[in-house]
């Protein structure tokens, strides 16, 4: 069955300093990986996503994502981390093999102390 | 381009109340999903609809309904609420490519009291 862990229920960094955000997922083929951020009572927005090719993202806000087969891991970061990046951040993986399924994790929220 | 629109913003209701939530796809979107997240819950999918007829539900009661009209937008019905029925719904859409690729609209916060 497919999933999503998000092992980090939240973390905080201090702004400037460096992020990386886990994701691991189990899926049956090739998945398609997804970060999306909230902020708080509104909706999601799409921060990257990998379906095919070059395994290093590049997203918007200064993200990347990096997948790496193997590890069936899909970790976010970003080099300097700014205060409005303080938001709930979810990793999803959907099937390539058609239909509808993606999965979610459980989010993981961010603190960024100044 | 307009994005997936939801409203009502935020609806109260009490026990026993029906609610109805409306969504609005991007333009070209045939499919229509939504999610419910309860506070501290994550996101908990409940329907997904493409081309007018439903493909897929979540774990939830009966009670939780919905369809998708001829122009793809949808309506989410919940009757009977109860308590924790309180949330955050999200509509998203996708076009139908496979990628899965989901664009969300801003919620629809619903307090049952």
């Known amino acids: 069955a497919q999933s999503v862990t998000q092992p980090d229920i939240h973390i905080t960094v201090s702004e400037g300093a460096s992020l990386e955000l886990r994701c691991n997922y189990s899926?049956?083929?090739?998945?398609?990986l997804f970060w999306y951020v909230q902020s708080p009572g509104q909706g999601l927005q799409l921060l990257l996503k990998?379906?095919?090719?070059?395994?290093l993202v590049q997203g918007i806000k200064g993200f990347e994502a990096e997948f790496k087969r193997s590890q069936s891991s899909f970790n976010l970061r970003k080099p300097s981390v700014h205060w409005s990046d303080a938001a709930e951040y979810f990793c999803?993986?959907?099937?390539?093999?058609?239909?509808?399924?993606?999965?979610f994790g459980a989010g993981t929220r961010l603190f960024v102390k100044a | 381009e307009a994005g997936v629109t939801q409203s009502p913003t935020h609806l109260i209701k009490t026990r026993g109340q029906q609610a109805t939530l409306r969504c609005s796809p991007i333009?070209?979107?045939?499919?229509v999903y939504w999610y419910q997240q309860a506070l501290g819950l994550g996101l908990q999918f409940l329907l997904w609809?493409?081309?007018?007829?439903?493909?897929n539900r979540g774990n939830f009661p009966p009670r939780f309904s919905g369809r998708q009209f001829p122009n793809y937008s949808s309506e989410l019905n919940v009757n009977a609420l109860e308590l924790e029925d309180s949330a955050l719904y999200l509509c998203?859409?996708?076009?139908?490519?496979?990628?899965?690729?989901?664009?969300f609209g801003p919620g629809t916060r619903l307090t049952v009291l």
């Open positions: 998203a859409s996708s076009p139908r490519t496979g990628t899965n690729e989901q664009f």
């Open positions: 899926y049956g083929a090739t998945p398609y």
């Open positions: 990998y379906f095919s090719g070059d395994t």
């Open positions: 999803a993986v959907g099937g390539s093999t058609g239909g509808f399924k993606t999965i």
């Open positions: 333009s070209g979107h045939t499919s």
């Open positions: 609809y493409d081309e007018g007829e439903e493909r």
